[in-house]
């Protein structure tokens, strides 16, 4: 049988971003990974380079402050943070 995570909300955590149980990670290239949260048709392919993806998923798996997530956002996909996490939220990859 299979169980979901389910975080536990504290005062001293409330305020950072989780990976959402119910996405799916798979490997999409040889360097790249893909976050699939197939009950949202919704995909994110992290970045190219296997140890940014790695580490940004690590991340988001134990849960990150917005100002970290920024900044991880900004070295490693070069993306605008705030679109990127309100497109994740929006699609149920981050809670």
Not at 57 to 70: F, K, R, Y
Request: proline share 4%; glycine share 6%; with cysteine.
């Amino acid at each position: 049988m299979d169980y979901i995570k389910q975080h536990y909300f504290t005062e001293e955590n409330i305020g950072l971003y989780y990976l959402s149980p119910y996405v799916t990670v798979r490997k999409h290239q040889p360097d790249s990974l893909c976050l699939i949260r197939e009950d949202r048709q919704t995909e994110l392919l992290l970045p190219d380079e296997k140890q940014q993806a790695l580490g940004l998923l690590e991340q988001l798996v134990n849960g990150i402050c917005e100002t970290d997530l920024s900044d991880c956002l900004l070295d490693s996909l070069n993306a605008e943070p705030q679109d990127w996490i309100a497109a994740c939220l929006q699609g149920g990859i981050i809670e």
